[in-house]
T-cell receptor, first 112, second 113 residues
Framework: DTAVSQTPKYLVTQMGNDKSIKCEQN?????MYWYKQDSKKFLKIMFSYNNKELIINETVPNRFSPKSPDKAHLNLHINSLELGDSAVYFCASSHSTSYGYTFGSGTRLTVV | QQQVKQSPQSLIVQKGGISIINCAYE??????FPWYQQFPGKGPALLIA?????SEKKEGRFTISFNKSAKQFSLHIMDSQPGDSATYFCAAASKAAGNKLTFGGGTRVLVKP
């Protein structure tokens, strides 16, 4: 009965590889987000989708490509992984009419 | 540039003491100011939030004080408990920015028994 679930929880991969992180929410929210938390704990938004439509696209390398097959799912695909991509990636969701976010537990990505 | 500045970066408080964390913002379009609590290995969880038309909001041991003219707001944790040891983030959002939450840098709070 997890509200916002991400998989995998941990991801260790080599530089240059391509990887995906999946996110699903069962809260009935219509907006989903990806946030990146760096090693200093700073949280920064990457993308947001509302009903499968891209709403926010911050200054993120185009190696990062989000995909939303439906409003309950938002996946993040990363091409040609670099050492600097190592971070914890959080998925979150909310109603478009509300500021109340619910975050997932995060995916710790380590690029070696 | 950081639109929401948070201080201190860390603080240690004795059990039963008061923890105070401060945030300052620049964008006057912000109209929602939440505080999130994050435990190790977990995602941030909403703790308490305030709108700019209110100067104070209290929920249990947690109080937000808001000063619109100074563009500052703070979190007070009364009677701090060891279970409150976590990282706390202030944030700000506006409809104009698509409900995007802009976070402060976080404060690691350690409550000593």
């Amino acid at each position: 009965d997890t509200a916002v679930s991400q998989t995998p929880k941990y991801l260790v991969t080599q530089m240059g590889n391509d990887k995906s992180i999946k996110c699903e929410q069962n809260l009935g929210h219509d907006t989903m987000y990806w946030y990146k938390q760096d090693s200093k704990k700073f949280l920064k938004i990457m993308f947001s989708y509302n009903n499968k439509e891209l709403i926010i696209n911050e200054t993120v390398p185009n190696r990062f490509s989000p995909k939303s097959p439906d409003k309950a799912h938002l996946n993040l695909h990363i091409n040609s992984l670099e050492l600097g991509d190592s971070a914890v990636y959080f998925c979150a969701s909310s109603h478009s009419t509300s500021y109340g976010y619910t975050f997932g537990s995060g995916t710790r990505l380590t690029v070696v | 540039q950081q639109q929401v500045k948070q201080s201190p970066q860390s603080l240690i408080v004795q059990k039963g003491g008061i923890s105070i964390i401060n945030c300052a913002y620049e964008n006057t379009a912000f109209d929602y100011f939440p505080w999130y609590q994050q435990f190790p290995g977990k995602g941030p969880a909403l703790l308490i939030a305030i709108r700019p038309d209110v100067s104070e909001k209290k929920e249990g041991r947690f109080t937000i004080s808001f000063n619109k003219s100074a563009k500052q707001f703070s979190l007070h944790i009364m009677d701090s408990q060891p279970g409150d040891s976590a990282t706390y983030f202030c944030a700000a959002a506006s409809k104009a920015a698509g409900n995007k939450l802009t976070f402060g840098g976080g404060t690691r709070v350690l409550v000593k028994p």
